[in-house]
């Protein structure tokens, strides 16, 4: 089986290598999504649970592209969830505390590549850049899905240090031993 595979390959390798190492709790980022003033549809239960990207506007200019998340039946857990998958900022996993029940309908306008972490990629993409006037390029003025979540929705993502377990390695040799 497949699994036999994999823990006979990495029984090899800390083997091999002499790994020796140990989880331990350290104060990592992690964010919480809080209800603020909610602005949130009921959803019809029967419906399903989905979350669509659109892009209303076509492609955008250097790599920014409005966007649309179309959710329909979500739990706020639901949601926690994805929000890593679209916010290039949060790279680690949302806890819900709305304390909302059930499932809700949004929708939420605004630009992945206005995020931090995006900007960021973009300024060492772009760094030459340059309009045709040779002005600088202009970074876009999207709102990031942070700020939409917290104007559009009522929501708000608390970033804050909790523990959690984290892969320690004590040691391990710069060479394998042989085989």
């Given at each position: 089986?497949?699994?036999?595979?994999a823990?006979?390959?990495l029984?090899?390798l800390?083997?091999?290598?002499?790994?020796?190492?140990?989880y331990e709790?350290?104060?990592m980022d992690?964010?919480?999504?809080v209800?603020?003033?909610?602005r949130?549809?009921?959803?019809?239960p029967?419906?399903?649970?989905?979350?669509?990207?659109?892009?209303?506007?076509?492609p955008?200019?250097?790599?920014?592209q409005?966007?649309?998340?179309?959710?329909?039946n979500?739990t706020?857990?639901q949601?926690?969830e994805?929000?890593p998958?679209?916010?290039?900022?949060?790279?680690?996993?949302?806890?819900?505390a709305?304390?909302?029940?059930?499932?809700?309908?949004f929708t939420?306008?605004?630009?992945?590549?206005?995020?931090?972490?995006?900007?960021?990629?973009?300024m060492?993409?772009?760094?030459g850049?340059?309009?045709?006037?040779?002005?600088?390029?202009d970074?876009?003025?999207g709102?990031?899905?942070?700020d939409?979540?917290?104007?559009?929705l009522?929501?708000?993502?608390?970033?804050?240090?909790?523990?959690?377990?984290?892969?320690?390695?004590?040691h391990m040799?710069?060479?394998?031993t042989g085989?």
């Open positions: 089986s497949m699994s036999r595979h823990d006979r390959d029984a090899l800390l083997d091999r290598y002499k790994i020796a190492f140990h709790d350290q104060p992690t964010a919480t999504l209800a603020v003033k909610p949130l549809g009921k959803a019809d029967a419906g399903r649970t989905t979350c669509v990207r659109q892009f209303p506007e076509g955008g200019k250097m790599g920014g409005p966007t649309r998340l179309v959710c329909h979500m706020m857990a949601f926690a994805q929000i998958v679209y916010d290039y900022d949060i790279l680690y996993p949302v806890q819900d709305t304390g909302l029940e059930g499932a809700w309908d939420i306008d605004f630009d992945p590549m206005a995020s931090r972490g995006a900007m960021a990629l973009r060492q993409m772009f760094s850049a340059t309009a045709a006037n040779g002005q600088p390029a970074p876009i003025g709102v990031n899905l942070e939409a979540i917290r104007k559009q009522g929501l708000d993502l608390k970033i804050s240090k909790r523990p959690q377990p984290v892969l320690v390695i004590d040799l710069e060479k394998p085989n």
